[in-house]
């Protein structure tokens, strides 16, 4: 058997399916599909099937990956074509390939964060924000806990890619993975906090990549 | 238009996956004016309403016409409608965000009686009209199917028209003449009119209802010519030879019956005598096994689902059983599919039977006796003798199964007290069979049974119609009677105080005066009552008084055998003489032998199908 990374796209209203929601609906779509699935052993069999790094709940992405074990003899072409014919329309296949890192070695990610305002935010109240050096905020840990972060020790790399009337898009790079992540969505009802004068009534949040560390360096997951 | 609005909402409501749609295998047409669109509506959440094979069938075979287009909406949960409401959002469909009042037929599922409110709520949020004679020539029209719709005089005022029996043909028939209709001119009664001469579609508004001075009614009768006084229901003679979707909906949430439903038969031969699905679909008629075998490989490869259950009243009763069963097997093992049998009998019950499900997943085996003692099982119908109990119990512990579900009901026509306690003492007795298998041959160490008991409603078209139904107070007295007869740490007793049980049978017997309840009901916030959390049974009360209408009436007077029922428009094909008899039969302690065993003449072969015809 061999294993596969398949890298996908989870656009429109897909933005609102759960991760577990997700899983379920991979899960049918290798069935229907037929492509032949490596299913574990004991008293329950599923699907051999691993995804990277959860999705939160409102965020699209162009970079989602699933590892699936299948049996020998396919091609990479072979399953995204499968794939693609039986998955729901908001998402798609965009590549297959045999996996290059593992899932525990992500390190960061990219997002592109829209805001809806109600009036012109000035591109220098953006800087003074990401400029602060501190923003404290509470997040909520795996153990029921909450702590204090600090918001900037999370954010690699941020740039201001358009200010329009109604709005402005920013593009962020954040920590990711198992050991340090921050959720774009913590950061966005932060500026919104700030910007509190501008009214931000909605954001779309979108993730663009996935880095991962290896021997040589921060790596994309997919380009 | 609402997308946009939509879906800051979405961002603020717990499940939004609800409200979303885009799930595999849902249709997404483009409309074009000379459509006709239907709302197919679906008073509960979506997790219910996606459980619910008839709205797969007609959702499908309506979207496979090419001149029709037919979207979901299911009611939204209550911080949805929040939502909404604020944010001015009309309801909308789920495939192309479509406000429902835009739409030109509005059809409602009935399933159950306590979803009537959620009727009005939708309706209200939709910006419809409440009431069928406030509607102009261009709002949608108001209709609805389903096995209530037999007796939803509660609803008739609000209501366009009704369609009774299984809707595969009469749907298509009804957007053909709505086709007609549009271009023509022609006013709403006029549609009405013509789509009353179909059989199977009852028009309100073309009957008028008096009412005597004991609140009876004192005449029924339709105030057109050419309106028959009776509506004959609708139903499919040839199972095989009918639509039956492929390519099922694969929802993205869990929902109640999250798996392929596999139709095996419609009706039930049995005929207990409080099971109102035992009357309304009768004849039997049954698939062949190679149509099933067929749909099942059809519907695997179309979903991925990975749950099959066989699906109908009494599956066990299935002729061929067996047969099928294996090839089912044959098509699920390899590909991990689990198949599931639900409402098995306890008298055809084997254990060949039980190791092919077993084959794949071993899961509790529930039993509905329905009652304690064999008289009062006889009374009912419910042709299960305490052997066959036994029997199966202990097969069942010798498969390796040590947890057994029993249902029964409490409030019971001639239900006495030695009824009540027989409940426990008969899972005493299925503890007994336990411990009676040598060790060496039962499997799990220990046993236990799990007693459930819910309140019974009499239902029109059963021959318990006419019957009162027990007051709560007296229904909760027999269950903590029970509670405290059973004294075995391992037997589970479990019932819940259940109001709603008073409300089904008000509303299930119910007439068109409820209406005016349903609409001040639906004001003073009342929604989902079957869910125990939103269920506000002070708010109804106060609907009552404030249309000045005793509930009681309606559920706890004996009615006369000679009066007119408020259900009597409707022809289910089993005839009221036949019901009278069981009725008798029933006090008598005499039991009806199955349709297989011998014909009891109810009626139902002028069906000209099915079991009739075997």
């Known amino acids: ?223 | 238009m609402y997308r946009a609005k939509l879906e800051q909402c979405l961002k603020r409501v717990q499940k939004p996956a609800r409200y979303i749609g885009n799930e595999f295998n849902s249709v997404h047409k483009e409309w074009t004016p000379d459509m006709v669109s239907v709302a197919f509506c679906f008073p509960d959440v979506y997790e219910v309403g996606m459980s619910h094979l008839g709205m797969k069938i007609l959702y499908h075979m309506l979207n496979d016409r090419e001149d029709t287009v037919c979207e979901r909406v299911f009611a939204p949960w209550d911080d949805m409608e929040q939502e909404l409401r604020k944010e001015g959002i009309p309801l909308l469909s789920m495939e192309s965000y479509v406000p429902i009042r835009d739409f030109d037929l509005v059809g409602f599922t009935l399933q159950y009686e306590m979803s009537y409110s959620n009727i009005v709520n939708m309706l209200d949020l939709a910006g419809i009209p409440l009431r069928a004679k406030e509607r102009k020539r261009e709002d949608a029209f108001v209709h609805c199917g389903g096995p209530c719709a037999y007796h939803a005089e509660p609803l008739s005022d609000l209501v366009d028209f009704f369609i009774l029996g299984e809707g595969e043909e009469v749907n298509g028939e009804i957007v053909e003449i709505y086709k007609a209709w549009r271009d023509s001119g022609k006013s709403r009664e006029e549609y009405l009119l013509e789509i009353a001469k179909l059989e199977g579609v009852y028009v309100p508004s073309f009957y008028d209802v008096t009412y005597n001075e004991d609140n009876t009614i004192a005449s029924f009768e339709p105030n057109r010519e050419g309106i028959p006084k009776q509506v004959k229901k609708r139903i499919i003679k040839d199972m095989d030879n009918t639509y039956i979707p492929e390519k099922l909906i694969v929802p993205f949430m869990e929902t109640v019956h999250d798996r392929i439903m596999l139709e095996l038969f419609r009706g039930c031969i049995r005929g207990c005598r409080f099971c109102q699905a035992g009357y309304i679909y009768r004849p039997v008629r049954e698939r062949s096994v190679e149509k099933l075998l067929k749909v099942a490989e059809n519907s695997i490869a179309s979903t991925g689902y990975e749950e099959m259950s066989m699906t109908s009243l009494s599956t066990s009763d299935y002729t061929k059983l067996f047969e099928l069963t294996d090839g089912l097997l044959a098509l699920t093992v390899d590909k991990k599919i689990n198949l599931s049998l639900p409402s098995l009998r306890v008298d055809n019950f084997s254990m060949e039977l039980m190791e092919k499900v077993q084959k794949v997943k071993k899961s509790g085996l529930t039993f509905a006796p329905e009652a304690g003692t064999q008289r009062l099982r006889d009374v009912i119908n419910k042709n299960v003798l305490e052997e066959d109990l036994m029997r199966t119990a202990k097969i069942a512990f010798s498969g390796g199964y040590n947890r057994i579900k029993l249902y029964f009901m409490l409030g019971l026509p001639t239900e006495t007290e030695a009824d009540v306690l027989g409940i426990g003492e008969l899972a005493q007795k299925v503890i007994d069979a336990f411990y009676e298998i040598p060790k060496e041959e039962r499997k799990g160490r220990s046993v236990s049974v799990t007693v459930s008991t819910s309140f019974f409603v009499p239902k029109p078209f059963t021959p318990f119609q006419w019957e009162p139904q027990n007051k709560i107070s007296e229904m909760e007295d027999k269950a903590r009677m029970l509670k405290e007869s059973i004294t075995n740490k391992k037997i589970v007793y479990n019932w819940h105080n259940s109001d709603v049980s008073f409300l089904e049978e008000v509303f299930a017997k119910g007439d068109r005066r409820l209406g005016e309840v349903l609409i001040a009901a639906q004001k003073l916030g009342c929604k989902f009552d079957g869910w125990t959390d939103f269920f506000d049974y002070e708010k109804w009360m106060e609907a009552f008084r404030i249309c000045d209408i005793d509930p009681a009436f309606y559920a706890h007077r004996r009615m006369d055998l000679d009066e007119i029922l408020p259900w009597d428009y409707a022809d289910i094909g089993v005839s009221k003489e036949f019901l009278k008899k069981e009725y008798e039969k029933a006090y008598r302690g005499e039991t009806t032998p199955s349709c297989r065993e011998q014909c009891s003449g109810c009626g139902a072969t002028q069906f000209r199908g099915g079991v009739c015809f075997e």
């Open chain 1, 1 to 223: 058997m061999s294993k596969w990374r398949v890298v996908f796209s989870k656009m429109g209203m897909g933005k609102y399916i759960s991760h577990l929601d997700l899983l379920r609906c991979f899960t049918r779509a290798i069935q229907r599909s037929g492509l032949p699935v490596v299913y574990s052993q004991g008293f329950n069999p599923h699907q051999k099937m691993t995804f990277s790094l959860p999705l939160p709940i409102g965020v699209t992405s162009e970079c989602e990956t699933v590892d699936i074990q299948f049996e020998d003899g396919l091609t990479s072409a072979e399953i995204q074509e499968k794939l693609n014919q039986n998955l729901p329309m908001d998402m798609k296949v965009l590549a297959v390939h045999e996996p290059t890192a593992k899932a525990a070695d992500i390190v960061s990610a990219e997002y592109q964060m829209g805001a809806m305002t109600a009036g012109v935010v000035e591109k220098d109240a953006l800087r003074k924000f990401f400029g602060s050096g501190e923003v404290l905020v509470t997040k909520k840990t795996k153990k029921k806990g909450e702590k204090q972060i600090n918001l900037m020790d999370y954010l690699h790399a941020w740039e201001v890619e358009e200010v329009a009337e109604d709005g402005f898009k920013l593009r962020v790079v954040l920590d990711a993975g198992g050991e340090r992540n921050l959720k774009p969505d913590i950061l966005a009802s932060a500026m919104g906090d700030f910007l509190e004068n501008n009214d931000v009534s909605d954001w779309e949040i979108h993730r663009r990549k996935i880095f991962w560390k290896d021997e040589k360096g921060v790596q994309r997951i997919f380009d």
